[in-house]
Nanobody, 123 residues
Framework: VQLQASGGGLVQAGGSLRLSCVAS????????MGWYRQAPGQKREVVAY???????NYADSVKGRFTISRENAQNTMNLQMDSLKPEDTAVYFC??????????????????WGQGTLVTVSS
């Protein structure tokens, strides 16, 4: 299952950006989708994730400012980022966990990462 992330860019502090992630492939079902980020010299950290029922979870640092959503029929996930701060500057990665049916093998779990999209927030 391939993930394509988009929507990063340069924005001033207080501004907004919207990230999108689209999953593609064959014979798969996604359970959980999420966004992670990695700032220069830092470990990758979870930002937010959403499961197939729509249950959402956020890192404390983004609660009240970021909103995660998903469109199951289109295998798409979005992250609306408002009131951006310089400390939100990072490469943002999308991730998906689920199952897929492999011909001749059966159902297997998968975990995929997108390629990352850079978000830069200037002060």
């Amino acid at each position: 299952v391939q993930l394509q992330a988009s929507g990063g860019g340069l924005v001033q502090a207080g501004g907004s950006l919207r990230l999108s992630c689209v999953a593609s492939g064959r014979n798969f079902d996604i359970n959980t989708m999420g966004w992670y980020r990695q700032a220069p010299g830092q470990k990758r950290e979870v930002v937010a994730y959403i499961d197939s029922s729509g249950q959402k979870n956020y890192a404390d640092s983004v609660k009240g400012r970021f909103t995660i959503s998903r469109e199951n029929a289109q295998n798409t996930m979005n992250l609306q980022m408002d009131s951006l701060k310089p400390e939100d500057t990072a490469v943002y990665f999308c991730r998906a966990l689920g199952t897929r049916v492999l011909v001749g093998i059966g159902t297997r779990e998968f975990a995929s990462w997108g390629q990352g999209t850079l978000v830069t927030v200037s002060s």
